[in-house]
């Protein structure tokens, strides 16, 4: 089974209600499709302490360290594809992000041509409403937000 681990920020907006930042995924594959942005994530072996994996990732494909704020295991949620992924969160109302660095990946376009090319993993990165995020998210992540919206609002 792949697992996988992330952090999503999140942050009251000025009108109230709830924003997460999320990033949007890099490459051609991503860059027509809807619901193509993701929580900061990545895989992890079973050693590896899924904390630790999620602080990596972020740094790896937003370019910026996870700002010092204390994270929280919001739960792990399964994937269409049978990943599951381990998302922490954490309140940052301050993070700001002037420009996404993300590493790279190697990709073979088209498939079979031989001919490789390095894309972005995630080429932008942004603070959205909750309830846009929705509709952005790959779908197997949405509960995550479900589950935010109710830490958030039993914590208030």
């Known amino acids: 089974m792949v697992q996988s681990a992330g952090v999503m920020l999140w942050r009251t907006a000025p009108s109230g209600g709830i924003e997460v930042f999320i990033a949007h995924m890099g490459g051609p594959f991503w860059r027509r499709r809807e619901r193509a942005w993701s929580i900061p994530k990545g895989e992890h072996d ?12 972020f740094g790896e494909e937003i370019g910026v360290a996870v700002p010092d704020v204390p994270l929280v295991l919001l739960g792990t949620f399964r994937q269409a594809s049978g990943k599951r992924v381990t998302v922490f969160v954490g309140q940052a109302p301050d993070f700001a992000v002037a420009a996404v660095h993300s590493n790279t990946v190697r990709l073979e376009l088209p498939r079979g041509s031989g001919r490789f090319v390095e894309v972005p993993e995630v080429d932008d990165a942004q603070w959205v409403p909750i309830e846009r995020a929705r509709g952005l998210l790959v779908a197997g992540q949405v509960p995550a937000l479900d589950a935010l919206d109710v830490l958030v609002s039993s914590a208030g």
Do not use: I, N, Y
């Open 46 to 57: 079973a050693v590896e302490d899924p904390l630790d994996a999620a602080v990596r990732e």
